[in-house]
């Protein structure tokens, strides 16, 4: 199917445990972004990528990893969950984010307990 | 820092009257602005957009206004609809900004609540 996806949309795991969230797009669009949404705090950027192997840290990167290796693949990955990172986690790709903005995928649900 | 900012975190409106949501920036870079829905365990979609060209940018209920000089925009939904209860966000980003990966820059959200 065309378009955005991520998965799992529902994750459950243990404080301390490693986890991977996966990000997948159709388009061949250079750029990608995740960004984690918290009630009071909006939309925030945690990596973006302009293009495979280009990373880079957004505003609230610590405890996160991502990686890169091919265009259409995104994974972030918690190294070592903690509650806080109990949050919805939205994927985004673009083409050109200053000229069309950004298309979002539905989002991870991850609860850390 | 918060460079986008929607300072009202909700908005209840009635069904056919005009809902306006607003936002503020502090970045003069910024000239390219846009306005995203969200409705529950969905991720954002893209409503509408302007360029810092314009001070208008119409679609269909929807029209967002631009005010340079205050570094504010608004965007109006007439008439409102019971389906456009959603939280909206605001977003800015700078074209001209060279060094920067193109990013978009988010307000932290409007909850509009249109009721019957």
């Known amino acids: 199917d065309a378009g955005i996806t991520q998965s799992p949309r529902y994750k459950i795991t243990e404080t301390g445990r490693q986890v991977t969230l996966m990000c997948h797009q159709t388009?061949?669009?250079?750029?990608m972004f995740w960004y984690r949404q918290d009630l009071g705090h909006g939309l925030r950027l945690i990596y973006y990528?302009?293009?495979?192997?280009?990373?880079d840290k957004g505003e609230v990167p610590d405890g996160y990893v991502v990686s890169r290796s091919k265009t259409e693949n995104f994974p972030l990955t918690l190294e070592s969950a903690t509650r806080s990172q109990t949050s919805v986690y939205f994927c985004?790709?673009?083409?050109?984010?200053?000229?069309?903005?950004?298309?979002f995928g539905s989002g991870t649900r991850l609860t850390v307990v | 820092d918060q460079q986008v900012k929607q300072n009202s975190p909700s908005l209840s409106v009635q069904e056919g009257r005009i809902s306006i949501l607003n936002c503020d920036y502090t970045?003069?870079?910024?000239?390219?602005f846009l306005w995203y829905k969200k409705y529950p365990a969905e991720g954002p979609t893209f409503l509408i957009s302007?360029?810092?060209?314009?001070d208008k940018n119409e679609d269909g209920r929807f029209t967002v206004f631009l005010n340079k000089s205050a570094k504010h925009l608004s965007l109006h939904i007439v008439p409102s609809q019971p389906g456009d209860s959603a939280v909206y966000f605001c977003?800015?980003?700078?074209?001209?900004?060279?060094?920067?990966?193109?990013?978009?820059?988010f307000g932290r959200g409007t909850q509009l609540t249109v009721w019957p």
């Open positions: 985004a790709s673009s083409i050109s984010p200053t000229n069309y903005g950004y298309t």
């Open positions: 388009w061949s669009h250079s750029y």
């Open positions: 990528s302009a293009a495979a192997d280009i990373t």
């Open positions: 970045n003069s870079m910024f000239d390219y």
């Open positions: 302007i360029s810092s060209i314009k």
């Open positions: 977003a800015a980003s700078a074209r001209n900004r060279g060094s920067t990966l193109g990013r978009l820059y």
